[in-house]
């Protein structure tokens, strides 16, 4: 837990979301400034800044996570239909929160870009 850590307050219930998935490993809930229809931020409960914070010892998150976003996009129906997911890593790539995450992103045509 860092205390200065967005995400990891919403973990801990410090700070207010709407929860879309949770189990003992990854926490999913609503993006506060959805860009679509659907726009889900799937993060480990555990405090991981980035994917360059990735360690062998908890890699295995990533595979947590994807399973996460297998059952939230069946959970709001568009698993068939299709979704994007997308992970910001460093400034370059606009990451804003220092804590894991990926953007299950869906319920509109996307084009070739996207955030
Ligand atoms: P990134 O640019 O990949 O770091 O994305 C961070 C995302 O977290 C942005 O889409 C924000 O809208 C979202 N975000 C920031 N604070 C919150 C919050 N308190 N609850 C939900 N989503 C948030
Ligand atoms: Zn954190």
Do not use: W
Not at 2 to 11: A, E
Not at 72 to 80: F, P, T
């Amino acid at each position: 837990m860092m205390q200065d850590c967005v995400f990891c307050r919403i973990v801990n219930r410090q700070l207010p979301s709407t929860v879309v998935y949770e189990d003992d490993k990854v926490m999913a809930f609503n993006d506060i400034n959805p860009v679509a229809p659907i726009h889900v931020i799937i993060i480990p409960k555990e405090h991981i800044a980035s994917v360059n914070d990735l360690t062998d010892n908890n890699a295995s998150v990533m595979g947590d996570i994807h399973l996460a976003a297998k059952k939230i996009a069946e959970k709001l129906g568009v698993a068939d239909k299709g979704y994007r997911l997308i992970n910001n890593c460093g400034p370059d790539a606009g990451q804003t929160v220092f804590h894991l995450h990926y953007h299950l992103i869906a319920g509109v045509k996307l084009g070739a870009k996207i955030i």
